[in-house]
C-alpha cells in the first residue's frame, strides 16, 4: 500500500470530491486527475483515454466510470443510486449518484480502480510496463 493510499481510501464518513480523485489517481501508473473547464467536470485518465468524470453540476454530485457491462447491470439492480454512464455509453459506463449513495467509500474507490484498470489492460504492454517502471521511480522520490 502507498503512502498516499491511507489518505485516498479513508474511511466511509468522508466524501468523494475532486481533491480525494486526484489523491486516489496518484496511486495508479500513469493515471491523471484534472478538470477540463469546457465539460465542468474533473477528468480522470491514463495516457489521455478517459476511466472516470466527476461533476457537481446543478446540485449533483455524479462519479462516472468504465465497468464490465455485466457487473454494471448487476450495480444498478443493487443500488438505486447507480444509474447508465450520463452522457456516455449506456453499457459501458455507469454514473453514481453521490448525493444520495449508500455505496461505502471503500466500494467507491474499488470501483474507479476497476475502471481504471479495464482502460489501463487496454494500453499496448510495452506503454503499460514503461507507466509501471515509471510509477516506481515516483514513488521511490
Not at 481533491?19 to 496511486?27: F, K
Not at 501508473?29 to 467536470?41: C, L, Q, S, Y
Not at 453521490?98 to 494500453?123: I, K, N, R, T
Request: net charge negative; with cysteine.
Amino acid at each position: 500500500m502507498s503512502s498516499s493510499e491511507p489518505a485516498a481510501r479513508a474511511s466511509s464518513s468522508a466524501r468523494v470530491t475532486a481533491d480525494w480523485l486526484t489523491a486516489l489517481a496518484r496511486d495508479f501508473p500513469g493515471a491523471e486527475a484534472g478538470v477540463k473547464p469546457e465539460w465542468d467536470v474533473c477528468v480522470l485518465s491514463v495516457e489521455g483515454k478517459i476511466f472516470g468524470l466527476f461533476s457537481e453540476n446543478s446540485g449533483e454530485q455524479l462519479l462516472t466510470l468504465k465497468g464490465d457491462p455485466l457487473e454494471n447491470e448487476a450495480l444498478r439492480q443493487t443500488y438505486p443510486e447507480v444509474i447508465p454512464g450520463y452522457h456516455m455509453n449506456k453499457r459501458h459506463w455507469n454514473s453514481v449518484r453521490l448525493g444520495v449513495s449508500s455505496l461505502p467509500l471503500d466500494h467507491v474507490s474499488e470501483l474507479v480502480e476497476a475502471s481504471y484498470d479495464l482502460v489501463f489492460a487496454s494500453l499496448t504492454k510495452p506503454l503499460q510496463r514503461e507507466l509501471r517502471e515509471r510509477h516506481v521511480i515516483l514513488r521511490a522520490q
